[in-house]
Nanobody, 121 residues
């Protein structure tokens, strides 16, 4: 039972990057999914969340620059990041507070392995 991120990398300030997160095949359903990030030396912080109806929540620091979206059929979410700043450099983690597995039970606090985003010239 896992969430798998992809799309991180090195980008110049002002550039754009899109992260993807896909739930593993043994996850039957998932409601809330989101992105957290951890800047080196700091606590992990919420970036954005989205539920299965498409309702979103974004941190003030990324509003107007980042967009979160999802494809329910693929059990995937995406984070479109624009106007990136050096302070956006962090490891970005996909997260869900709870998922239902294909064998019927629930798993809580499911995290991806993280993907590094570096914003530098």
């Amino acid at each position: 039972v896992q969430l798998v991120e992809s799309g991180g990398g090195l980008v110049q300030p002002g550039g754009s990057l899109t992260l993807s997160c896909v739930a593993s095949e043994n996850i039957f359903s998932v409601n809330v999914m989101g992105w957290y990030r951890q800047i080196q030396g700091k606590e992990r912080e919420l970036v954005a969340t989205i539920d299965s109806s498409g309702s979103t929540n974004l941190a003030d620091s990324v509003k107007g620059r980042f967009t979160i979206s999802r494809d329910n059929a693929k059990k995937a979410i995406y984070l479109q990041m624009r106007s990136l700043k050096p302070e956006d450099t962090a490891v970005y983690y996909c997260y869900s507070p709870n998922v239902r597995t294909t064998w019927g039970d629930r798993r809580f606090e499911v995290w991806g392995q993280g993907t590094l985003v570096s914003v530098s010239s």
